[in-house]
Nanobody, 126 residues
Framework: QVQLVESGGGSVQAGGSLRLSCTAS????????MGWVRQAPGKEREGVAA???????AYADSVKGRFTISQDNTKNILYLEMNSLKPEDTAMYFC????????????????????WGQGTQVTVSS
């Protein structure tokens, strides 16, 4: 199993940027799809972005063109670069991993990720 620890959340004004990081340890490597999932109060988890083992990426329509997922395989770090942030992006963001399915599918079924970080809060004010 993969152990995941997120960092980089915070509070910004609308239009601002943040970069989230997720350090992975344990059973890591290139064999799992990794992703970011968010959950706002009172709402269900929403898959935001995913990166497949071949480096291809998938994004939720709500963040396309604004968010970028990437990973540094040498350091086992997953990133989420978030630009042009909106108040509706406010949520707890979780790093998720351990999925064998394609990222585009996992974004629609985020509960199928096997490993989860503790989450980092992102708050965007208008």
């Amino acid at each position: 199993q993969v152990q995941l620890v997120e960092s980089g959340g915070g509070s910004v004004q609308a239009g601002g940027s943040l970069r989230l990081s997720c350090t992975a340890s344990g059973d890591t490597g290139l064999k799992y799809c990794m992703g970011w999932v968010r959950q706002a109060p009172g709402k269900e988890r929403e898959g935001v972005a995913a990166i497949n083992t071949d480096g291809t990426t998938a994004y939720a329509d709500s963040v396309k063109g604004r968010f970028t997922i990437s990973q540094d395989n040498t350091k086992n770090i997953l990133y989420l670069e978030m630009n042009s942030l909106k108040p509706e992006d406010t949520a707890m963001y979780f790093c998720a991993g351990g999925g064998f399915e394609p990222g585009s599918w996992l974004l629609k079924h985020p509960s199928q990720f096997n490993s989860w970080g503790q989450g980092t809060q992102v708050t965007v004010s208008s």
